[in-house]
DNA sequence: CTGTGTGCAAACACTTTGCAGGTGT
DNA sequence: ACACCTGCAAAGTGTTTGCACACAG
């Protein structure tokens, strides 16, 4: 079980609902919502404890929120956080044609000047368009 | 009443509540929710009007629709479009002392390289810190 | 055994929709 | 006069809170 060693890593009960949920956001290379995510686990999972889970992972750093351009709140795991340094320092990307959005990891957010005393501490972009499968 | 003269170029018709949320923008630097506004104007103005004020100006390109850090749909005038042609490559910033979000008007967005495949067709960017008036 | 997680009910916030009546041009 | 705008009521969606019970360590 790796779900077991990541929840005990990060200091959290291993639970069925907080393994199930971890696992699909393990698997799942695009960012879900809560709704993703309540219509892809067991039914059996109350709605509030999916909430409350993604809240303990938020709180944990095990996840981060991708926010998309119309405002859904999404959730992707940290894969460049260790849990000491949180790193969000990355692109996301939402396909206008499947919906999906993704975090590109690889794409980092270049430096931007802002004018006379504006200090910049965390910047967020999100690019819109279409992705590798749907760009043919 | 400028308000009446930007309504009629729209071709919106001008009513008592969309020349006060317009005013309002005008006057406004910032970027404004939906509360925000409700709160500024005379309270005989219905909520779901107000709703209805805000889409109609944004489906004419009078305004454009600001997501701060949090989600919140924030609304602010389009200085830089015209009825024809519309852009908004600039950069948003929310102040996280003030609380407040705004259009840097003169930051573009720069270029950012994707991996092979992706098409870029609009970019976003959001930079949160210490706005002018709360950095000393 | 103890503290934390869960399920249920309910409340709250935000936004949309339908409809009847009022208003701008 | 007519199309469009408004107000009200209601419903839909997303999220939070309180409480009693269940369960992991």
């Given at each position: 079980m790796e779900t077991k060693k990541i929840l005990n890593d990060y200091k959290l009960k291993s639970t069925p609902c907080r393994s199930e949920v971890l696992q699909l956001l393990i698997s799942n290379e695009h960012a879900l919502s809560h709704s993703d995510i309540e219509t892809k686990?067991?039914?059996?999972?109350d709605r509030v404890t999916v909430y409350r889970t993604l809240k303990s992972f938020l709180s944990k750093g095990i996840i981060h929120k991708v926010l998309d351009d119309e405002g859904i709140t999404k959730y992707a795991l940290c894969?460049?956080?260790s849990k000491e340094e949180h790193h969000h320092e990355h692109v996301h990307f939402k396909c206008e044609h499947c919906g999906q959005t993704q975090c590109l990891d690889n794409v980092k957010i270049p430096d931007i000047a802002l004018p006379q005393g504006f200090k910049s501490k965390e910047k967020n972009v999100l690019i819109q368009g279409l992705c590798n499968q749907c760009n043919n």
């Open positions: 686990i067991d039914d059996s999972h894969h460049e956080c």
